[in-house]
């Protein structure tokens, strides 16, 4: 079923500035009044999963018809709606010739998102009285925060900081501090309270070690939705956090900056940063690891399936040294160099990245924590461009004429980038069928030795004796030590080159003649290896992600 969506932001924003002395003040407000109108349903005409079970071949499950689980539901309508209130004020102070501040207040102020017609609940997970009972919005009144269920962040301050001081002639230091938030805005509506029922019906059935979640031959059986009067088991709840601080972010840098000679400078920096309340999910009500045949009893409210809980269990950290020397262009030539030496940690996935990662006990978030997927510990790009000195206006060939037009005029350029490569994840398959869980993310195996090898090759990317099943003495399935992320993929070298020359038309008008290459040397960089610890290409690449040589030629009037 597609999903259609109307978006509309109205947006009133005003900006006043202020000289006075050595102040330039600034001042700004901007609101929105954000709409998101949804009508769909992810999984409306059914969603089957086949994992082996049954026959140990995925395939095989599927020709018998024999799903380890299915899903149903209805059609999704949603008028989401969100405000934003955002203030500031800022003072770039010129304190001395050679030393200016930069003093800076922000105040963001963003509700949580709501309903328009107020279709939205969500079950009460909080202990208590009314544990389990469904609280529908706008329970108690038309705050934002009764209407969306969530309480609003009203504590959202930005103070920045920052100074340039010009230590001695040809040095300058710059430093830097702020705070900034975030929000949630990239969140669709299946993981929002209008997902839930009676509004949108989402039905998940499970197989048991004998009996298939349904047989596909069958189809859905009658009544599998139920009715809004009454819910339906085995129903799958999006519910939130009562408080749900705004993503906070703080960042702060320092840098040096020396002229080396006429148009040539070098520049060293550090730049760290530390993210807190990222948001997240997992499935609340997932069971523990048990039995198989006991995992729906083990569950913390039987009678549901997910209880897909949002909440701001995130964090990560950044620490980066960034070496950079340019030669602003002069006498025909432009190049930078630049170098970062980085560190990327945090205990949540890129929510629309790859390399997965999730959590893997939801009882222990910390276990979670480890290289971030898109870490990339060295890289390094270099840059040029050079004008040929030939032609008029060069050392050689300083006439015009038909050798200016021959050789005069011509461009080379460059651009070569090389980087180590991102973080990826050992998983264990069928974590629901041996360890009788379903409140697992990636389930990882033991790690017994380093697995990093000194020689890595696409038929053996990394040592596969250095991972182990998670099983005890007795055999029995447990949650592995092996850690997240603790693996990076292959580096890449790319080169790109490119010629140009101008030839005059007339006054006023030039022809431009480009032949550009990309990845000149046609150098493969190696997809991530297959990380299923009993997949037969275990520890192989089988993909490549860069792309091969490619050449292009254009011309191009210029008036």
């Excluded at 978006?7 to 929105?32: C, E, I, M, P, T």
């Excluded at 501040?101 to 997970?125: A, C, H, V």
């Excluded at 329970?139 to 209407?147: L, P, T, V």
């Excluded at 990636?442 to 998670?470: I, N, Q, Y």
Aim: hydrophobic residues 35%; glycine residues 10%; charged residues 15%.
């Amino acid at each position: 079923m597609p999903n259609f969506k109307i978006h509309q932001v109205h947006q009133y924003l005003n900006n006043l500035s202020w000289n006075r002395g050595g102040h330039n003040f600034k001042f700004g407000a901007d609101l929105r009044w954000n709409r998101s109108d949804i009508f769909g349903g992810n999984s409306a005409h059914g969603d089957f999963s086949f994992d082996g079970q049954f026959t140990r071949v995925s395939l095989g499950d599927f020709l018998l018809g024999m799903p380890s689980s299915a899903a149903l539901t209805s059609l999704l309508i949603g008028n989401m709606r969100f405000r934003n209130f955002m203030f500031y004020a800022l003072d770039d102070w010129k304190l001395t010739p050679r030393l200016s501040i930069n003093l800076g207040l922000r105040y963001e102020l963003t509700s949580p998102w709501f309903e328009k017609y107020d279709n939205m609940n969500q079950i009460d997970i909080r202990p208590g009285g009314t544990f389990n009972q469904i609280v529908p919005a706008g329970h108690c009144g038309r705050s934002w925060s009764c209407r969306s269920l969530v309480a609003t962040d009203t504590n959202n301050w930005s103070p920045r900081l920052g100074f340039a001081w010009q230590w001695s002639p040809g040095t300058v230091i710059r430093a830097g501090a702020g705070v900034f938030y975030g929000g949630q805005g990239s969140l669709g509506a299946d993981a929002r309270q209008v997902n839930n029922w009676p509004f949108n019906r989402r039905v998940t059935v499970t197989s048991t070690t004998t009996r298939a979640a349904l047989q596909l031959s069958d189809g859905f059986p009658s009544g599998f939705l139920g009715g809004v009067d009454r819910p339906p088991n085995n129903l799958n709840w999006a519910v939130w956090e009562n408080k749900v601080p705004s993503p906070t972010i703080y960042q702060w840098n320092l840098a040096v900056q020396r002229e080396l000679a006429a148009n040539l400078s070098f520049t060293a920096a550090y730049v760290g940063s530390s993210s807190n309340y990222i948001l997240g999910s997992y499935n609340w009500n997932g069971s523990p690891p048990g039995p198989p045949a006991t995992e729906v009893q083990r569950r913390r409210i039987p009678q549901w399936n997910t209880v897909n809980l949002v909440t701001p269990y995130g964090s990560s950290s950044y620490h980066g040294l960034d070496a950079q020397l340019e030669r602003r262009f002069g006498r025909g030539l432009f190049f930078s160099a630049a170098y970062t030496w980085s560190h990327s940690i945090d205990n949540i996935s890129e929510q629309f990245g790859s390399g997965g990662g999730g959590l893997m006990d939801l009882r222990n978030f910390g276990s979670s924590r480890g290289n971030s997927n898109f870490d990339v510990r060295h890289r390094f790009i270099a840059s040029a461009v050079y004008e040929l000195p030939f032609g008029k206006g060069q050392m050689w060939m300083n006439r015009g004429g038909v050798w200016n037009h021959l050789f005069g005029g011509w461009q080379l350029s460059n651009l070569a980038s090389v980087q180590t490569g991102n973080y990826f994840t050992i998983t264990v398959p069928n974590a629901r069928q041996r360890l009788g869980a379903t409140g697992i993310g990636d389930w990882w195996p033991d790690r017994v030795r380093d697995p990093r090898l000194e020689t890595r090759t696409a038929d053996l990317w990394f040592d596969k004796g250095a991972f182990a099943s998670p099983r005890d003495p007795d055999g029995s399935w447990r949650l592995g030590n092996a850690g997240r992320a603790i693996l990076s993929s292959d580096g890449l070298l790319n080169w790109d080159f490119g010629l140009m020359k101008s030839f005059p038309v007339r006054e006023g008008m030039s022809l431009q003649f480009r032949w550009e290459t990309f990845n000149l040397t046609n150098t493969p960089t190696l997809g991530t290896p297959t990380v299923n610890l009993e997949s037969p290409d275990f520890a192989k690449v089988r993909s490549t992600f860069s792309t091969p040589r490619q050449m292009q030629f254009a011309l191009r009037l210029e008036f």
